[in-house]
């Protein structure tokens, strides 16, 4: 019984740190941008990936919008830059960046959502210049869909609080 409840909680781990298929529809139109600017895409960093998840779940919760952590939360270490989140989870890193966003949604296609969260950081002149940024190697992207009001079975409008790191 013991052997089952562990097999069933490393499972369970394991499932809720993946990453949703939003997160690789953005991470793919970003390298996809990319290449289309000349650039070699980026290769995915699952420890990268476990940053921006958590960062994306800290505005979520706090709520607090932006780079650093202000606001203390349960169960939560308030770390105030990229950097020091990537060198917290043991990540070497030689140049860091972050792009945040929120989006408002609804009902959208994984597509149009992931094309709406690139044209917000490709018309932001800053967020443009991480994305195209040729000195980035590794990369990672988590997304957060959060509903705020159900209008029937099947339309949902809400939030999509997205967290963008590249580093190299």
């Given at each position: 019984m013991k052997k089952l409840l562990t097999i069933f909680l490393t499972l369970l781990t394991l499932l809720s740190y993946s990453q949703t298929k939003l997160d690789m529809e953005l991470f793919n139109v970003i390298n996809n941008y990319r290449v289309s600017s000349g650039l070699?895409?980026?290769?995915?960093?699952?420890?990268?990936?476990?940053?921006?998840?958590?960062?994306?779940?800290?505005?979520?919760?706090?709520?607090?919008?932006?780079?650093?952590?202000?606001?203390?939360?349960?169960?939560?270490?308030?770390?105030?830059?990229?950097?020091?989140?990537?060198?917290d989870a043991n990540i070497w890193?030689?140049?860091?960046?972050?792009?945040?966003?929120?989006?408002?949604?609804?009902?959208?296609?994984?597509?149009?959502?992931?094309?709406?969260?690139?044209?917000?950081?490709?018309?932001?002149?800053?967020?443009?210049?991480?994305?195209?940024?040729?000195?980035?190697?590794?990369?990672?992207v988590s997304t957060s869909l959060v509903a705020t009001k159900r209008y029937s079975y099947s339309t949902i409008v809400g939030g999509c609080y997205s967290t963008f790191n590249a580093f190299r």
């Open positions: 070699e895409k980026l290769v995915w960093s699952q420890e990268s990936f476990m940053v921006s998840k958590k960062h994306n779940e800290y505005m979520v919760t706090a709520p607090h919008y932006g780079h650093n952590q202000p606001i203390d939360i349960p169960n939560h270490k308030e770390l105030q830059t990229p950097g020091q989140r990537l060198t890193w030689n140049g860091v960046g972050e792009n945040i966003c929120y989006t408002p949604y609804s009902d959208s296609s994984l597509v149009f959502m992931a094309t709406k969260v690139l044209r917000s950081w490709v018309a932001s002149p800053g967020h443009n210049r991480l994305l195209i940024n040729k000195s980035m190697k590794f990369g990672s």
